[in-house]
Structures are given as structure tokens and as C-alpha cells.
């Protein structure tokens, strides 16, 4: 069993910056590669970030490439997005996704492990 607890979403002004965190609690099963999506109102969810298990692998969704950064310490077993540069259209609900494989895929299907989401919020 493993359950994933994200954090840090809030609301901020266009141009600013969060960073959002995931809990990994494992029991049973094994997570490996995370990966970020967001869903906006209205839309299907995407693909942000994806983190590869010994974090040497990254890739990022063009829409956001060079204002988000993705990272995790297993140590902690923790995952991060940190995002600067904020957009209005970066609103969505964000959420951690956890896969059995060392890399990461940009299809939510891959994914057995979600977390509940954190709202992140951009004003112009």
C-alpha cells in the first residue's frame, strides 16, 4: 500500500513563485519514478514533470520548461516541484503520481499511486 500527501498549493500573484511537496508513505508496494500532473477546470488532466527513481532523469512539459523544476530526496521519501514565474494559466489542482517503473511516463495511465491533489491558485 502506498500513499502519496501532497502540499504547498496557496494562491499567489502572477510572477511569483511555490513549491509543492509529496509525501511517499509506502507499506507494501513499490514507488519508484514520481511524476506532477495538474488539471485545470474544465480540462483533461496533464502531464507537468515527471523524476526518474535515482533522480538522475527529469523531464518537464514544454508549457512550463524553465519555470518548473522537479526534485526528491529518498532519503525523506519525499518528491518537490518547485515553480517560478507563475502564470494565471498555471492554475489547476496539482497532483504527485507515483510508478512501479525507474522512469517516468507523460501518461496518467502509467500511474497506479495518486495523491489527492493541492489547489495552486495565480492571479493576475
Known amino acids: 500500500q502506498v500513499t502519496l500527501v501532497e502540499s504547498g498549493g496557496g494562491l499567489v500573484q502572477a510572477g511569483g513563485s511555490l513549491s509543492l511537496s509529496c509525501a511517499i508513505s509506502v507499506r507494501t508496494d513499490y514507488v519508484a519514478a514520481m511524476a506532477w500532473f495538474r488539471q485545470s477546470a474544465g480540462k483533461e488532466r496533464e502531464f507537468v514533470s515527471g523524476?526518474?527513481?535515482?533522480?538522475?532523469?527529469?523531464d518537464v512539459a514544454e508549457s512550463v520548461k524553465g519555470r518548473f523544476f522537479v526534485s526528491r530526496d529518498n532519503a525523506k521519501n519525499e518528491a518537490y516541484l518547485a515553480m517560478d514565474i507563475l502564470k494565471p494559466e498555471d492554475t489547476a489542482v496539482y497532483y504527485c503520481?507515483?510508478?512501479?517503473?525507474?522512469?517516468?511516463?507523460?501518461?496518467?495511465?502509467?500511474?497506479?499511486?495518486w495523491g489527492q491533489g493541492t489547489q495552486v491558485t495565480v492571479s493576475s
Open positions: 503520481a507515483g510508478h512501479t517503473r525507474d522512469y517516468p511516463s507523460q501518461s496518467e495511465e502509467d500511474y497506479p499511486t
Open positions: 523524476i526518474s527513481y535515482n533522480g538522475g532523469y527529469t
